[in-house]
């Protein structure tokens, strides 16, 4: 299939649906409204069904009720509207159900701003919902990849019955570049035996469910989801690098943030800096072993995030404490500009080498 | 010597946690009743609530969902929406219903969701053990209301049929009680309405159920159906609201 020039959003709507998602529940909310108008135009021509809920909770529970009886359906929002979302994500986790939510950021705390932000690390890799519970957290960097990792998206989230957090913001859903959808490997899928689709006489009746009134019965499920995730950090971890192999100082990056870092490292890089990038492409599971690699032989690490700085605790965690990680952010939908990040790598090449 | 009453095929045959008197063990029956009169048990996918009917999806035989509080109809949404051959049913209790599951509740109604709502109002919070309910009458006392509720601080309770018998969505709304075997007898009839509207495409249906709590109201079953008799009939008065089978789809 040849290249199409889509906007970010619109290319993660198109995504889901050849990925064999014809279900879409969606609330409004800037900046990922065109992923809800993508989906009402063009779910009626493919036989899906795009509906509007009265709410982002009417959303992720409508989400939740085509999961449990065994189709593929995503919702999706930004920040504000995510997290209202929390708790039907965490009931998606505790019933060990498939979803794909997409969160295309934007600045906060509360109404915050509209303009793109990655101030929602925290939520997504720390606390999605109350409980002991891990997400995949994807994210895209490009409108390629908002396209190739919401089909991988649907893939995992089938494949280890785990809601799939696709982590944009609002940058990479705006912006518009060439996408192709034929770019993407498929994974085998389980059948879905524990669907409540009606039990047709064949079988005991399925339930879909969170609740384990006795501690032992609950701790034991934990443990056996907290099994999945162990698999999930051994086989799942995606990230890119750029010129990390001679890097003194090595930053660590992700979605628009990486595109930005690039230019700088390439720009301190003719400045006689040796500098690389790391972007991971998975939030959760965080690529905290390829860091501790290349933390024998980097001299530093600078952590560069639209926020107050968050995913710097999993660099520094990542590091065991072997070099120092510094830290470079804008925040509230302000976006760096590559000379702000050079100008932080040369300073951190005098300070560390 | 043959049979002349059994348990429902459509119940398992497991002991429920239900307190002595309590009215939710004749609805799950009268709803599996009505599954196996329409033989769609093995087509049905039941959304059960948080409140006291929590447990209901160990109860009935058909495929069952643990929903978030108030949140069964947007669940029963996505079940339906995606498999529109399916039977879906809700049963809520009062709170899961017309207090933290209103906007879910009003929406799926007013979307004319082809589903069928069992509402369980017995004016209380019996799980977490009789706090105020939506539905709690002016003057009840309960553990949240322990000088009785007064309608300037608690605010008033809400009629959900009455309220929901306005909107389009709806193809059929009654209130129903379980306090006398006549009224049994008219419920099983309403509940086997809302599932044929169903199987016939009809739209939202929601059989109110007035349900007495002898737990937490503080009085024997013999009582506590009284006490429904005598309190809460004349607050929510028995009918049908709506059936578009109706002439003109009015309230009788």
């Known amino acids: 299939m040849a290249k199409v020039l889509m906007k970010g959003n619109e290319a993660i709507a198109e995504a889901a649906i050849a990925s064999g998602c014809l279900y879409y529940f969606g609330y409004p909310i800037t900046p990922q409204t065109e992923i809800s108008e993508y989906m009402a135009k063009r779910m009626p021509k493919v036989g899906g069904l795009c509906l509007q809920a009265e709410s982002e909770i009417a959303a992720i529970n409508m989400v939740l009720g085509a999961s449990a009886s065994g189709t593929r359906a995503m919702t999706s929002s930004s920040s504000p509207g995510i997290s209202l979302k929390s708790e039907g994500i965490s009931y998606l986790v505790g019933s060990d159900l498939p979803a794909v939510v997409v969160n295309v950021q934007r600045g906060g705390p509360g109404l915050g701003g509209i303009q793109p932000s990655q101030a929602d690390y925290y939520q997504a890799t720390k606390a999605y919902g109350h409980g002991d519970m891990h997400l995949i957290v994807l994210a895209p960097s490009t409108v390629q990849e908002m396209a190739s990792l919401t089909g991988e998206a649907f893939d995992l989230a089938d494949i280890y019955r785990t809601p799939v957090i696709i982590l944009a913001d609002g940058a990479v859903g705006q912006m518009m570049e060439p996408v192709d959808f034929s770019e993407r490997r498929r994974r085998e899928i389980p059948p879905k035996t524990w669907a409540t689709c009606g039990h047709g006489g064949g079988r005991k009746h399925n339930i879909v469910n969170s609740l384990l009134m006795n501690p032992e019965d609950l701790e034991n499920s934990i443990h056996d989801r907290f099994e999945r995730y162990r698999k999930i950090e051994a086989e799942e971890v995606k990230y890119e690098e750029y010129m990390t192999e001679d890097a003194d100082v090595v930053v660590v990056a992700f979605g628009i943030a990486a595109r930005i870092c690039k230019s700088a490292v390439a720009a301190v890089r003719a400045e006689g800096i040796r500098a690389g990038l790391l972007r991971p492409i998975t939030l959760w599971p965080f690529p905290s072993a390829r860091i501790l690699e290349l933390a024998s032989t980097a001299k530093s690490f600078l952590s560069v995030e639209l926020s107050m700085g968050q995913m710097v605790t999993d660099v520094k965690l990542a590091c065991e404490c072997r070099r120092p990680v510094e830290f470079y952010g804008r925040t509230g939908g302000v976006l760096p500009e590559p000379a702000d990040v050079a100008r932080k790598l040369a300073e951190m090449a005098r300070k560390h080498i | ?252």
């Open chain 2, 1 to 252: 010597m043959s049979v002349v009453f059994d348990r429902p095929k459509a119940l398992n045959d497991v002991l429920m946690h239900y307190c002595p008197g309590c009215t939710h063990g004749i609805v799950h029956r009268l709803v599996a009743e009505a599954i196996d009169e329409l033989g769609v048990e093995d087509k049905t996918v039941g959304i059960a609530p948080v409140g006291c009917a929590v447990f209901a999806y160990n109860y009935f035989a058909c495929d069952m969902i643990e929903a978030a509080h108030g949140r069964a109809p947007a669940v029963a949404t996505g079940v339906k929406r995606t498999h529109p051959d399916l039977v879906v049913f809700t049963y809520q209790g009062d709170g899961d219903l017309a207090a933290i599951g209103t906007a879910e509740t009003v929406h799926s109604a007013t979307r004319g969701e082809n589903i069928t709502v069992i509402f369980i109002n017995n004016c209380i919070y019996g799980m977490t053990g009789g706090q105020m309910a939506p539905t709690t009458l002016p003057g009840q006392v309960t553990t949240t209301t322990p000088y009785g509720r007064t309608p300037k601080i608690q605010g008033n309770p809400v009629r959900i049929c009455e309220m929901l018998s306005t909107l389009d969505g709806v193809a059929y709304a009654a209130r129903v009680s379980v306090d006398t075997p006549a009224n049994v007898r008219t419920a099983k009839k309403a509940i086997l309405k809302g599932f044929r509207n169903q199987i016939e495409k009809k739209g939202f249906s929601i059989i109110e159920v007035l349900s007495s709590c002898p737990t937490n109201w503080g009085l024997s079953p013999v009582e506590a159906l009284a006490w429904l008799r005598e309190n809460m009939i004349p607050y929510y008065p028995l009918g049908t609201y709506k059936d578009i089978d109706a002439v003109g789809g009015d309230a009788k």
